[in-house]
């Protein structure tokens, strides 16, 4: 007989509780063309006939290229990296509760936490947590139990931080009584250190920001540190290649560093699945959500590796857990330690400067197009946001329909309170991005804008 894990009362009555009218409303921001959009398989057809009607309709994105990133990005991933992840040991291995029976896992999470530390220059890292949006809000949890000479529960959060993120750590945190504070965004792009009145826990820095704009991470630690508040430094962990590590910012560095692993070996698969990190400093170990994987000697003096801290509600009372929804996401995080370990250091700052390089590339001939220029000038990793002389959502469609993701609109998350970003695009070139490539982008971007103009006269 079929499993069916929910009745219909189930599912009516889950809907209610959630405001929902049906199950298509939940799925209500996906274009209708798209959910509509058969695939025009018939009813019977053989695997073989099945698997090539399926080849064919993926190979129409082939020619597709992307230039769009804002926490999700095109980069090479050698072959070998997902070979050896696909492996039964790891697909299919179980979470290494027992530690005699799970060293092979134990010991790549243990060399992916000192990867991350030496990124970082943190004290510690985690085994992870589900994405960076979570990681944040994750952060901002820990920050308030470590700081202990703080009388609020307020948390001071960057303009300039992603949007994604900021939602996310408040739905994580909303009903704990914590107020995350958003800072205004300077005219370059930018946070500066604010005249804020009051008792805050924490201030969290993004580094690059959502703009690509490098912040001045130094002066922001001090300034923190001076009003009694930890700092939490979200990253690109490729870009800590070829910047200054959080450890290292302004005169003892940020307290608590998270952020996205995508960049390291995970396809972009359509905006998803992805890994979170954090790290830390070793006298907030205790804070610090999710496991630990340590490295010990067994009684014949072999090393060995074990769960070492487990301070989350599967391990301990639930009253005492540090965070009740800390998943790990294993799988990715094995994928990004072999990625690592196959890349190295220096092939990390290798690709981390030929993605800085083709963005600058990028900017500057986009901008030799009429009505288009930099809306910041500051210095940048990997993203540009550009000033179009039209709405950039238009122009965003326009580009998609010639096979090339042009970049994400900003009027979504700033035009409400700044109408300028309506014509606002952040763009991004990864390693990936050929001059060639560059080329297409441009010439298609001048003749979608010369046909925009168009139109509106």
């Given at each position: 007989?079929?499993?069916?894990?929910?009745?219909?009362?189930?599912?009516?009555?889950?809907?209610?509780a959630?405001?929902?009218?049906?199950?298509?409303?939940?799925?209500?921001?996906?274009?209708?063309?798209?959910?509509?959009?058969?695939?025009?398989?018939?009813?019977?057809?053989?695997?073989?006939?099945?698997?090539?009607?399926?080849?064919?309709l993926?190979?129409?994105?082939?020619?597709?290229?992307?230039?769009?990133?804002?926490?999700?990005?095109?980069?090479?991933?050698?072959?070998?990296?997902?070979?050896?992840?696909?492996?039964?040991?790891?697909?299919?291995?179980?979470?290494?509760?027992?530690?005699?029976?799970?060293?092979?896992?134990?010991?790549?999470?243990y060399?992916?936490?000192?990867?991350?530390?030496?990124?970082?220059?943190?004290?510690?890292?985690?085994?992870?947590?589900?994405?960076?949006?979570?990681?944040?809000?994750?952060?901002?949890?820990?920050?308030?139990?470590?700081?202990?000479?703080?009388?609020?529960?307020?948390?001071?959060?960057?303009?300039?931080?992603?949007?994604?993120?900021?939602?996310?750590?408040?739905?994580?945190?909303?009903?704990?009584?914590?107020?995350l504070?958003?800072?205004?965004?300077?005219?370059?792009?930018?946070?500066?250190?604010?005249?804020?009145?009051?008792?805050?826990?924490?201030?969290?820095?993004?580094?690059?920001?959502?703009?690509?704009?490098?912040?001045?991470?130094?002066?922001?630690?001090?300034?923190?540190?001076?009003?009694?508040?930890?700092v939490?430094?979200?990253?690109?962990?490729?870009?800590?290649?070829?910047?200054?590590?959080?450890?290292?910012?302004?005169?003892?560095g940020?307290?608590?560093?998270c952020?996205?692993?995508?960049?390291?070996?995970?396809?972009?698969?359509?905006?998803?699945?992805?890994?979170?990190?954090?790290?830390?400093?070793?006298?907030?170990?205790r804070?610090?959500?999710?496991?630990?994987?340590?490295?010990?000697?067994?009684?014949?003096?072999?090393?060995?590796?074990?769960?070492?801290?487990?301070?989350?509600?599967?391990?301990?009372?639930?009253?005492?857990?540090?965070?009740?929804?800390?998943t790990?996401?294993?799988?990715?995080?094995?994928?990004?330690?072999?990625?690592?370990?196959?890349?190295?250091a220096?092939?990390?700052?290798?690709?981390?400067?030929?993605?800085?390089?083709?963005?600058?590339?990028?900017?500057?001939?986009?901008?030799?197009?009429?009505?288009?220029?930099?809306?910041?000038?500051?210095?940048?990793?990997?993203?540009?946001v550009?000033?179009?002389?039209?709405?950039?959502?238009?122009?965003?469609?326009?580009?998609?329909?010639?096979?090339?993701?042009?970049?994400?609109?900003?009027?979504?998350?700033?035009?409400a309170?700044?109408?300028?970003?309506?014509?606002?695009?952040?763009?991004?070139?990864?390693?990936?991005r050929?001059?060639?490539?560059?080329?297409?982008?441009?010439?298609?971007?001048?003749?979608?804008?010369?046909?925009a103009a168009?139109?509106?006269?």
């Open positions: 007989m079929p499993f069916i894990p929910h009745t219909q009362n189930d599912v009516d009555s889950m809907l209610t959630i405001g929902a009218n049906s199950i298509e409303t939940l799925f209500d921001e996906i274009p209708a063309a798209l959910r509509a959009a058969p695939l025009q398989i018939d009813d019977g057809v053989s695997e073989m006939a099945m698997l090539a009607r399926l080849s064919e993926a190979s129409r994105d082939d020619d597709v290229v992307c230039f769009a990133g804002a926490g999700c990005y095109d980069h090479h991933i050698p072959s070998a990296v997902w070979d050896l992840t696909a492996r039964g040991e790891f697909l299919t291995a179980y979470t290494p509760y027992q530690a005699e029976a799970s060293q092979g896992t134990l010991q790549l999470i060399e992916f936490q000192s990867m991350m530390t030496a990124l970082t220059g943190m004290d510690v890292s985690n085994a992870s947590v589900y994405d960076g949006a979570s990681a944040v809000g994750e952060a901002a949890l820990m920050a308030l139990r470590s700081n202990k000479a703080a009388k609020s529960r307020r948390v001071l959060v960057a303009g300039t931080v992603h949007p994604h993120y900021l939602e996310a750590a408040r739905n994580l945190v909303r009903n704990q009584g914590v107020q504070e958003t800072l205004p965004i300077s005219e370059h792009g930018v946070t500066r250190a604010p005249d804020v009145a009051g008792d805050f826990a924490a201030l969290v820095i993004a580094q690059p920001n959502f703009f690509g704009q490098l912040e001045d991470v130094h002066a922001l630690t001090d300034w923190a540190h001076s009003q009694g508040a930890l939490i430094a979200v990253v690109n962990p490729l870009s800590l290649s070829v910047l200054a590590p959080p450890g290292q910012w302004g005169e003892t940020a307290d608590v560093v952020g996205d692993g995508q960049p390291l070996g995970i396809p972009m698969a359509s905006g998803g699945p992805s890994f979170g990190f954090l790290c830390t400093r070793m006298k907030f170990v804070q610090m959500p999710g496991r630990i994987i340590g490295r010990t000697v067994d009684t014949d003096g072999k090393t060995g590796f074990a769960l070492t801290l487990q301070a989350r509600e599967q391990h301990i009372r639930r009253g005492k857990a540090t965070s009740n929804i800390c790990n996401q294993g799988l990715l995080v094995t994928a990004a330690t072999i990625h690592m370990s196959i890349v190295g220096e092939g990390l700052a290798e690709v981390a400067r030929a993605c800085h390089g083709n963005t600058q590339r990028l900017a500057d001939r986009l901008c030799q197009i009429e009505g288009v220029s930099k809306r910041y000038s500051g210095p940048g990793f990997h993203e540009q550009l000033q179009l002389p039209v709405v950039a959502s238009d122009v965003v469609e326009r580009l998609a329909r010639e096979r090339i993701l042009g970049g994400v609109s900003l009027a979504p998350y700033f035009a309170t700044d109408s300028s970003f309506e014509n606002a695009l952040l763009v991004c070139a990864t390693e990936k050929t001059a060639a490539e560059i080329e297409r982008f441009a010439v298609t971007l001048e003749r979608v804008l010369q046909e168009g139109e509106r006269t």
